[in-house]
């Protein structure tokens, strides 16, 4: 096992913070602000990076990504962030076209390595306010968000987030306010040598109002500048996100989230986000991960903190070669008559493997909770593995709970019937991938967002299955 | 067309087809009878090349090519075409891109370029007229939710828009009411050309009645016992299998 001083990154995170502490940027932090990242970066220094031996990464080893020394990106003194941007820009406007949903009308806000490029942002609707976190966090209306950490308990990379985050977007959506046309945020990853990038978003949507978000996540040529190359013209570079969202629902507003994760090779993604729903609120999430990426690991926490709220969660995970996903979600019903509903299907292909968590808690208190649960499987190739896990846990009396979850193969009867047809075997399973597929993709609601991903899926399959 | 020679089988070690001999020609309908597990439809699964089938001892030959070394969607691809007994069902695979998939991959088979959209639409419209099939159903997920007869019919559909030089049409009568036997006939015969041939597989005599055969067959125990004309079938209706039975028994080589 790693010790924390093996691992190059933790020493680079720790000289970070003390660069962080005796700059100039603490200065004009607020003291509570700067007591979060103090406590938040003890925290890590307790927890350090997560191991096996960690209930919540059991079946997730990142001690071989681990091995590589990445630099701090985005604060005084490290290297990244913004300054990058000029020296890539052609990649990332590559990226932010793959990026693209055709047909889709939205408002396009780009990130770069968490950055916000404003000068691309084009009018925004009305009622909708968008600042960049360092712009939030001066604001004392809104620094409370930064101050506070997302819940106090945090290890890992989420107290590495609270302890170094430097940059991110601030969402602000009025009392209700009802804009006609979606944001689409397209996060655009890029470094030209290894770099750590650790942004930190916030949407708080108030009473009433309703907002939809597309977010893209792709990297631009990570690891294809000049100085990334070894000597045979490989681009070695690698770039480690670590990000944070806190999503507010206010009471009766409804928040339409979906996320479609297409990042390059030599990315590896943490993605940490959680949503805080009051009264009466509606939240859907939908989550498309396609391969690429070395590791994907996301954290989805639904904390439900008042009653009657509605909740939906969909996921899909396309894995290829040796890629890594782990989907951990928790739906936390803490109070009573809450619904929730979450469908998570995977397609584990090559050498690849998946991960599924879903933990649903209800509280003494969450009485007539609804809390429904399904994750099921389609594992292509002999040396694909999949391990999936519900757990629920249930301290009220008067509720509906059910999960199941599957692990399956191909039905060989279809794909008879399909071959007798005159359909390839590949094809036929390209057929069969994209139907197992279906029950998530018709979820999402908005048509040309659905057509994205299915294309998305098709690009992928089929690929040599075995 | 087709020309099984000696044809032996089995699945999962216990032998189903045990030397059938038959010719089919172009033009010409053949139906096969057969009590239950006399091999009828393992006899339609060896000819479109379902894998745990395994053909020990035979040969058969279509349009003069070594059928049983293609894989099953070369066969189909070459013009072989089963109408499954039990269609399966496939949800979110769409019924008309499903086609679309199947057409395309033969027609590049054949040499021909793929049907642009327009002249797709155009043939599944006649297709569909031609064997009364639900324009809705076209649009749904393969199968899914469909009725006994929907699914026999659309099987019906599916070979009117594939065009095949043999169909083998594994007891498409049974779980038909008599409108949609009538229905399906009528479609087949329809279908019927110089150029093509069938091979109707069924336990009772009542669709040929609507599909009139060339030429009847008894399978009997994995072999074909007996051969003849439409009258066969009508002997078989009105006398059972059982006197064939014994005839096969009493003509069974001993050992």
Known sequence: MMTPQDIPLYEEVVNGFNRLSAADALGRESSDLRRTRQSAFERFRESGFPTIKNEDWKYTNIARWLKDEYALGGIPGGSGGAAAYGAVAENVRAAVERARVAELDAYIVLLVNGVWQKEDAGGLPKGVELLTVAEARQDPALSGYFERPADGRERYFAALNTALFSDGLFIRVDAGALPAKPLHIIHVFTADHNLLVQPRHVWVVNRQAELKVIESVVTAGVGTGAEAADDKGQATAKIWVNSLTEIIVHSDAKVDHTVVQTPGERTRLVQHTTVRQKRQSLYNNYNFTFPGADLVRNDLQIRLEEDHTETHLYGLYLAAGQQLVDNHTLVDHQKPACFSNELYKGVLLEQSTGVFNGKVYVHRDAQKTNAFQQNNNLVISKKATIDSKPELEIFADDVKCSHGSTVGQFSEEALFYLRARGISEDTAKGLLINAFAFDVTEKIKTAAVEAHVNQLISQHIPLTHA | ?255
């Open chain 2, 1 to 255: 067309m087709l020309i099984i020679k000696n044809l032996h089988a089995e699945v999962e070690g216990k032998q189903i087809l045990k030397g059938i001999n038959l010719t089919v020609g172009a033009g010409e309908v053949h139906a096969i009878m057969g009590p239950n597990g006399s091999g009828k439809s393992s006899l339609a699964s060896v000819l479109a090349g379902k894998e745990n089938y395994e053909v020990t001892e035979g040969e058969v030959i279509f349009q003069g090519k070594n059928l049983l070394e293609m894989s099953p969607e070369v066969r189909a691809r070459e013009g072989v075409f089963l109408a499954f007994q039990y269609p399966i069902e496939i949800p979110g695979v769409s019924n008309i891109n499903f086609l679309k998939t199947a057409l395309a991959e033969i027609r590049t088979h054949k040499g021909l370029p793929p049907l642009d959209a327009k002249e797709f639409l155009r043939l599944s419209k006649e297709k569909q007229k031609l064997v009364e099939f639900d324009a809705k159903l076209v649009n749904r997920s393969l199968n899914e939710g469909f009725s006994g007869g929907e699914k026999k019919r659309n099987e019906i559909f599916q070979l009117a828009m594939l065009e095949p030089a043999l169909s083998i049409l594994d007891e498409t009568d049974s779980g038909l009411d008599i409108d949609a036997l009538r229905i399906v006939s009528k479609g087949v015969n329809k279908l019927r050309s110089a150029n093509n041939a069938f091979i109707i597989i069924t336990h009772y005599q009542r669709l040929l009645e609507y599909i009139v055969p060339d030429f009847v067959h008894v399978l009997y125990n994995g072999r074909i016992v007996k051969s003849g004309t439409k009258e066969l079938a009508l002997e078989l209706e009105e006398k059972g299998y059982d006197w064939l039975k014994e005839e096969a028994h009493e003509n069974a080589p001993t050992i």
